[in-house]
């Protein structure tokens, strides 16, 4: 996989996405949602990574999501890795304050295996990525554990997503939106930390 190719996807990841429209245009299927991805320091993984959450519009300090990931690529494909982490609560507002990611917890970093995304470039500039086959990204709701089928599409202007949980056993839906995909769209671009550099640069 070229430089230039790593480069473009970590920039089109990067970014704060607001599901505005599709909210207004149908308030009882839809409320207003945010998600940004924001580039991490390179020293956090020694490479590319990032942070992420989701939070409803009202409420920017207490995300319903938030994620740590680590880019590596496989071939061409696109791995976008999940970690758990310590200390949520201080974390919360990353996104639109990046001097709160200080208070991260590099030692508390745990991987969640299974959990991974996949991406392939569909063609220039736009993306389709899905969770890690293996049905192994466990995520409990409601006191049971359902398997995570995670779906989403990305592009300069775009960032199409849909969630949802299913039993281990039946394979049935358990949770997860019932009205089809978040349709969001790029508000403010946060690539600016997201180089050559950062994407292969090696330290001693």
Not at 56 to 68: A, F, L, N, T, V
Not at 160 to 166: A, E, K, M, V
Not at 191 to 202: D, L
């Amino acid at each position: 996989m070229k430089l230039e190719e790593k480069v473009r996807f970590a920039k089109t990841l990067c970014g704060v996405f607001d599901n505005f429209a599709q909210s207004q245009e149908r308030p009882k299927d839809f409320a207003r949602i945010n998600i940004v991805f924001r580039p991490l320091p390179w020293e956090i993984f020694q490479g590319p990574g990032f942070y992420s959450e989701q939070y409803y519009d009202y409420s920017p300090w207490e995300p319903y999501r938030q994620g740590i990931h680590r880019l590596t690529y496989d071939n061409n494909i696109f791995i976008v890795e999940n970690y758990g982490f310590s200390n949520k609560e201080r974390l919360a507002g990353s996104g639109r304050n990046p001097e709160l990611l200080d208070s991260l917890d590099v030692n508390s970093l745990q991987k969640r295996c299974g959990c991974s995304m996949q991406f392939k470039e569909t063609k220039t500039g736009h993306y389709v990525g899905n969770v890690e086959p293996g049905k192994e990204c466990m995520v409990p709701r409601d006191g049971k554990l359902t398997y995570l089928v995670s779906e989403v599409e990305v592009n300069e202007q775009t960032w199409i997503s849909r969630d949802r949980g299913f039993d281990p056993e039946t394979d049935e839906v358990r949770w997860g939106s019932e009205h089809g995909p978040l349709k969001f769209k790029r508000v403010e671009d946060l690539s600016e930390m997201v180089t050559s550099q950062w994407i292969n640069e090696i330290r001693e």
